[in-house]
């Protein structure tokens, strides 16, 4: 709380060097550099803190003005180092290895977008802990640090104090998560709708790294994939769907869909279900007033008791827990979440 009485902005200080990739920049500035008063109130405050003097370029040229200095790492909330160009992975910035390194003794979460995973590691707050980064660093990166248990799979890691993303577009999935983690899932919801992307992708990068010559068109996916029935079954959450129904809507055999499943999505169907209600469940929680039973039926669990099972088991937390926090921690967002509280 501030001096007047109104919530703190939650402060992240993204920490740029020279020669950074452009998406990489833009990703944080999109999803907490906007102003979202009407998602939640207070927003984020972003604070872009140059390793030098003077300002930042890009590699593809661009000119970013960086008002902050590595002094505001102490300062901030989370902490959020950005993707470098190789030489500064090869050999860090000496001053912001050590202010990285001095913000997580101080309690800040330090969150690295795929290559800036080097500087985090350089910074030893990765020793004997798993991580994740592009798929193609993984296996320079874990020459270079063999204490980190490198994991090129998943699109990010959260250890809760440092969180690792995996390469490029997996920077998207990490910010949201963020925001799920700080604001709630109807919050991370709204912002994915207005980047028009998914509010959390199935799989890791495996299924975009490249793959041996003589993979199978049924191992990859082939035509649109399993995009199709994960659509057609989250518009049934509420049903007590099966492996088998979920393999007649995608035109497969019951053993075959299994096993494209879990080679595209890591996971199995019924897991992959579980998660899908855990989510809507929250959304639920978050946005309307309906009481637990009343969820437990509109997700497919059927019964409360059931509900509070794989909710906590997934969430961590039970269900009305998560309410009374997230419902006071966010507003409610505008827009579809609004829509189908209406209905």
Do not use: K
């Amino acid at each position: 709380m501030s001096a007047n009485g109104s919530a703190r902005r939650h402060v992240v200080a993204l920490a740029v060097t020279d020669g950074l990739p452009t998406f990489e920049l833009a990703v944080p500035c999109e999803v907490f550099g906007i102003d979202r008063p009407d998602i939640a109130d207070p927003w984020y405050e972003l604070r872009m803190c140059a390793a030098g003097p003077g300002p930042v370029r890009t590699a593809h040229g661009l000119v970013v003005p960086t008002p902050f200095g590595l002094d505001e790492l102490l300062v901030a909330d989370t902490v959020v180092v950005a993707a470098c160009d190789p030489a500064l992975t090869r050999e860090p910035p000496a001053e912001l290895l050590a202010a990285v390194r001095r913000a997580h003794e101080l309690g800040r979460r330090i969150v690295s977008l795929c290559a800036g995973v080097y500087i985090v590691a350089a910074a030893g707050l990765l020793s004997g802990r798993r991580a994740t980064t592009h798929w193609l660093y993984a296996e320079d990166f874990a020459r270079r640090f063999p204490d980190v248990r490198v994991d090129p799979a998943p699109l990010y890691v959260d250890h809760g104090d440092v969180l690792t993303s995996a390469g490029t577009g997996s920077v998207i999935d990490l910010c949201l998560h963020l925001v799920r983690a700080d604001l709630g899932a109807a919050a991370a919801n709204e912002v994915a709708r207005r980047m028009v992307v998914p509010p959390h992708r199935e799989g890791g990068q495996a299924q975009f790294a490249r793959r041996p010559r003589r993979v199978s068109a049924a191992v990859t996916g082939g035509g649109a994939g399993l995009g199709p029935v994960l659509d057609w079954a989250r518009a049934r959450l509420e049903q007590p769907l099966t492996v088998a129904e979920l393999a007649r809507a995608a035109g497969l055999g019951e053993r075959t869909f299994a096993r494209r499943f879990r080679e595209t999505l890591g996971t199995t169907p019924l897991q992959w279900l579980l998660q899908e209600r855990v989510r809507l469940a929250q959304e639920l929680l978050e946005t309307t007033d309906a009481p637990i039973e009343a969820v437990a039926h509109r997700t497919g669990f059927g019964t409360a008791p059931n509900l509070r099972h794989h909710f906590r088991r997934l969430a961590g937390v039970a269900p009305a827990t998560y309410r009374e926090v997230f419902r006071h921690r966010a507003g409610r967002p505008r827009g579809a979440a609004a829509t189908r509280r209406s209905a």
